[in-house]
């Protein structure tokens, strides 16, 4: 059995080209809860390994949802940490296929106690531009983006450029050298932050979690990271004392809250 609803996400609001439609399995009250992306290569180190499933494990239990692609590697790594009920995997294909095969018993699990999405019908086999599709879902429904390793011209890359235009905030692990060259990448260049210590981290996206359910109708909406347009037309008298005060940011052409 699958359900489908037609496109109610605020948070994907921020993509490009939004779905008309979303099929589900599973709990879409997940939605509602502070949501972080976890992304990265298919064949991560063991330290990525190590550090992926604590740091996925220990945002789980801060109260927030984990949601990647349930790709191999990194991605099948976030969703297990997380557990099957704090996590929200999208997927490339349609809901009733599982895809990749190897992680069926994975996704079988986030069906029943999770959530599962996709923007494609049933019967849909992946396919390469299907994957980004779901990459930029995956990162629009997240507060913010991890990237735990990645190689240069990977589709991890292609994630972070849809977070970058989204004005969503990046973090990405400390590596060593001629290790995770596009993460090192984004330290160097300033577009990401690294995570040095997790349990502070993970304090920090949890105060952060909690702030946004106390938000006003104001900040709620500029999380989604809209257009500039988009926030004078909603609350014109609001944006302007909301950029003099700092609260916002206008980052490619979108609002973000600081």
Known sequence: MHNSVPFTIPELSSMKRTPE????????????RPKISIVGTRRPNPYTRAITL????????????????AAAGVDAIAHQGAGAENTIAILPCGIDLRYPAANSELIEAIESHGLTMTPFEPGFAAREW????????????????????????????????????MGKQIYVLPHRLRESAATRQLLREGKAEAIDDIDIFVALMSQRGRNSIDDTPFVSFCRNAP????????FPNEIFEAELSGLIEVRNGRVVVV
């Open 54 to 69: 604590e740091l996925s494990k220990k945002l789980s239990l801060s109260g927030m949802v984990v949601i990647s692609g």
């Open 130 to 165: 299907s994957f980004v599709v779901r990459n930029e879902i995956v990162v629009a429904l997240g507060d913010v983006l991890i990237v735990t390793e990645a190689d240069i011209g990977s589709g991890s890359m292609r994630s972070v450029e849809y977070a970058l235009a």
């Open 21 to 32: 439609k979303l099929y589900y399995r599973g709990n879409l009250g997940l939605l509602n």
């Open 227 to 234: 257009t500039y347009e988009e926030v004078m037309v909603k």
